[in-house]
């Protein structure tokens, strides 16, 4: 049996720890590994720094999942889920210091192995490979297990549209859909809940886009105000750079917009080029085709900067 | 052997029609069809009134069908695909006489059998029937059938998100991936090829709405004029109705605008409810969550005639 597993199933309290900002793959990942762990008689916890965005509250132990853990507890493993570094995970340090062992459950390239076991593959999503780890576990999925997983797989596919949509993807979502995954539940939940404030951003954003590079580069970036104006929070623009990347031609598609504390926040995607490296060059991170980056400058600089960085990069993107 | 494979296999010219304002299921499912039947060494031929959108032409001989059929051409079979009634291919009077069958492959749940043989079922979409109908045909699924086959699923299940996703849609989907289609590259062509003109009406349409019944009907309703600022054409307008679905807590979605020839298009689309009831009031047709019509009178007259139509028959619904 894999070390992981078998590391699992001694432990007794596991606190389950998803990264900052969490989207729907460490929150799937989170919520079904602990609807699994549950069934093993497990004293689980759920924890996540950062708000779990609304259009995931459908998922069993959403709405349990802790926002502070006091410095007292105990716990005798860690599951860090769909983090690339521990500084995904702002208290890290500190939760280190309460749990025996740290397992990292990653799918993302450039992990940092900061756990005391390690259980990263490049493929698809972090789902995807809690979906390995309940097998292993030999734990029977059901209905929770089964939504929780789906989600997380389908936000980290693009819903079964990027490039790591394997034949193994389907026929994982079959299974998930066999044992109670309800597909238009779920997208309904995670793509049809949009507010109007995220209408009235995307209407904004789609009409500054502006196209260069021939084509190949499209962007759109929003001032405060207009954020403010459209009454959009962050969650509310997560999906407006995959639309940027709709464009016909259109190779890497870039949405910047002013943030609350007066940094730029830039989301990169790709249809096919690599995004990571431009992410990287600016202090950033992600994967090839969807990353991101934060800096400290005014809009007008972060767009000349990105473009800047793009065309000495291309011929490595 | 199945009836209409045995009729298929005897067949020697055949002649595949799609219906009229083909989508992605009906090409799909015909270039899928006419790569099988080549490979079964038939003399195939591909017919559709209406113009192919732009975005499935990256399909196998989506680039050969034909618009005007010869009156003096016979065929052993016609078949028709994803089509409900024999109205859906506007010429089919006369191409009827010219065809010693008529095989009817379909989906939709009203179809009125108009077929020699009729080979429908209420599933996913033609694309799915059409899938079992070439392993009825003995036929191993090649790059380009397993292409086309999936285009036409991805688009008759919104790529995986509306209720007739089932685990046998994902097991299929898994099969013709395995068989050589490539999601990304797919899913690019068909959601990823937008034009700014697309970007231009979907950002006036978003602007547009308007959300009535206690935020559970929302519309949006497009002039003529507003059409020609944007520089938007028919088929760049296919989506904005889904679009406005997204909007959480709506249960039914509509999109209007004014034709060329001065008439109301009405695209409707539902969560949960059934629009087709709808449509049919008003001399239309459809799907249960998708569903259509063509009327004749002035923009402000459609919209009261839709909503006073919603609310007389919401009980139903």
């Known amino acids: ?22 989207d729907g793959d460490t929150i799937g990942s989170a919520c079904g590994l602990a609807s699994a762990l549950k069934k093993l008689k497990k004293d689980v916890e759920l924890y996540s720094s950062s708000k779990i965005p609304d259009i995931y509250k459908f998922l069993n132990y959403a709405e349990k999942v802790k926002h502070k853990i006091e410095k007292t507890k105990k716990y005798d493993a860690l599951v860090a889920l769909d983090c ?34 390690n259980f990263v593959k490049n493929i698809s999503s972090t789902g995807e490979i809690v979906y390995e780890l309940i ?28 490039s790591n949509t394997s034949a193994k993807v ?19 939940n995670i793509y049809e809940s949009k507010t109007m404030a995220e209408i009235n951003i995307l209407a904004t954003a789609l009409n500054k886009i502006k196209i260069v590079f021939n084509g190949k580069v ?13 009454k959009a929070i962050e969650e509310n623009m997560s999906s ?43 202090g950033g991170g ?10 400290n400058c005014s809009l007008n600089k972060a767009i000349n900067t990105l473009l800047k960085t793009i065309k000495n990069k291309w011929k490595q993107l």
Do not use: W
């Open 1 to 22: 049996m894999n070390k992981i597993a078998e590391k699992t199933l001694k432990s007794k309290k596991i606190l389950i720890c998803m990264h900052v900002d969490p």
């Open 84 to 117: 690339a570094d521990s500084k995904r995970i702002p208290d890290f340090e500190q939760l280190k210091k309460q749990c025996k062992i740290i397992i990292n459950v990653d799918h993302h390239i450039d992990n940092s192995l900061f756990g005391d076991i």
């Open 135 to 162: 097998k292993m576990l030999k734990v029977e999925i059901n209905k929770d297990i089964a939504t929780a997983l789906f989600s997380a797989i389908i936000t980290d596919t693009g819903n079964f549209r990027y």
């Open 170 to 188: 389907f026929k994982i979502a079959s299974d998930l859909v066999e044992k109670g995954a309800n597909p238009h539940f779920i997208s309904t």
């Open 218 to 230: 499209a962007y759109s970036a929003l001032t405060k105000k207009e954020i403010d104006k459209a």
């Open 240 to 282: 407006i750079a995959d639309f940027v990347r709709t464009l016909k031609g259109v190779e890497i598609a870039a949405f910047l917009r002013e943030t609350n504390d007066g940094k730029i926040k830039i989301n990169l995607r790709s249809k096919n080029r690599n995004v990571r490296i431009i992410a990287k060059e600016l």
């Open 286 to 295: 992600g994967h090839t085709k969807s990353a991101g980056v934060i800096i």
